[in-house]
């Protein structure tokens, strides 16, 4: 990885506020001289040591009640995206062991996507999906995240997610 642009990268993404615009111009600038996997590695790392970082700096104030997916619903999406049911999404199934949500918030991701004319799919698997699982997974180490590929905006007008509880 070449530090100087995964630096940019940081640069780009700690200062976006709620518009990814020139982040993504950066990524795809980035994209053009190696490849779009190694720009969105990079954003990957950007994401995972902010949430990596809140979630250190903030477990301790955390109300956790011993259930998994509970306190990892209550951390990564009340607490640390700012996300409520029923205004941004919706809960469509829950057992002891899953959590099935459906999301349509404001995402600076889907926006930006929509404006470059990236495939979300693409961009979500890779730059977003780990960095929630290592979020939840500090949580509880037995918990694994999981998004629908097929029901991922634009595609769908919502983005579903799912969290597991393995043994």
């Not at 630096?7 to 990524?27: H, M, P, Q, W």
Request: glycine letters at 4%.
């Amino acid at each position: 990885m070449d530090e100087s642009n995964f630096r940019l990268v940081k640069t780009r993404y700690e200062n976006a506020g709620g518009d990814y615009s020139e982040l993504f111009e950066t990524i795809l600038l980035i994209a053009e001289e190696s490849s779009l996997d190694t720009a969105l590695g990079y954003l990957e790392r950007c994401v995972t040591q902010k949430r990596l970082t809140w979630l250190n700096q903030n477990l301790s104030t955390l109300r956790l009640t011993g259930d998994a997916i509970d306190d990892a619903y209550t951390a990564f999406y009340e607490a640390y995206l700012g996300l409520s049911i029923p205004d941004d999404g919706e809960v469509a199934e829950r057992t002891p062991t899953h959590l099935v949500t459906r999301w349509w918030n404001p995402c600076p991701t889907l926006d930006a996507c929509e404006k470059f004319g990236l495939d979300t799919r693409e961009v979500c698997a890779q730059a977003y999906h780990r960095p929630v699982q290592s979020f939840v997974q500090t949580i509880d180490p037995k918990l694994r995240f999981d998004r629908n590929y097929d029901a991922l905006r634009p595609y769908t007008p919502y983005c579903e997610e799912i969290l597991l509880l393995v043994e």
